[in-house]
């Protein structure tokens, strides 16, 4: 069974700068797609942004558009997520996802469609 493993969470001011990165346990590791997601205390985990490989696509919430972007280091085998002008609501964990199967495009804005999950970093932005 595959594995993904996050890094790169941490303390920031807000305002500042984060990167993240994701790594499959297994080199071999093929997916359709790859996502990013952050669940806050309390709160039900929400869609960061997703890379389809396939359409080339990259997929962001409203909420962090222009400010995040998800890149994939070939020569690495790491999916990144480079966060921009943090703030502190949102603070959370940060959880890498991947899709083995194609799906749906809208599925892919929800965690149903994900099959392996990562166990996630802290981000905490403080204000």
């Known amino acids: 069974q595959v594995q993904l493993e996050e890094s790169g969470g941490g303390l920031v001011q807000a305002g500042g700068s984060l990167r993240l990165s994701c790594t499959a346990s297994?080199?071999?590791?093929?997916?359709?797609?790859m996502g990013w997601f952050r669940q806050a205390p309390g709160k039900e985990r929400e869609f960061v942004g997703a890379?389809?490989?396939?359409?080339?696509?990259?997929y962001y919430a409203d909420a962090v558009k222009g400010r995040f972007t998800i890149s994939k280091d070939n020569a690495k085998d790491t999916l990144s997520l480079q966060m921009n002008n943090l703030k502190a609501e949102e603070t959370g964990v940060y959880y890498c996802?991947?899709?083995?199967?194609?799906?749906?495009?809208?599925?892919?804005?929800?965690?149903?469609?994900?099959?392996?999950w990562g166990q996630g970093t802290q981000v905490t932005v403080s204000s």
């Open positions: 996802a991947a899709s083995r199967w194609p799906r749906s495009g809208s599925d892919y804005y929800t965690v149903n469609g994900y099959d392996v």
């Open positions: 297994r080199r071999t590791f093929s997916s359709y797609a």
């Open positions: 890379a389809i490989w396939g359409a080339a696509t990259y």
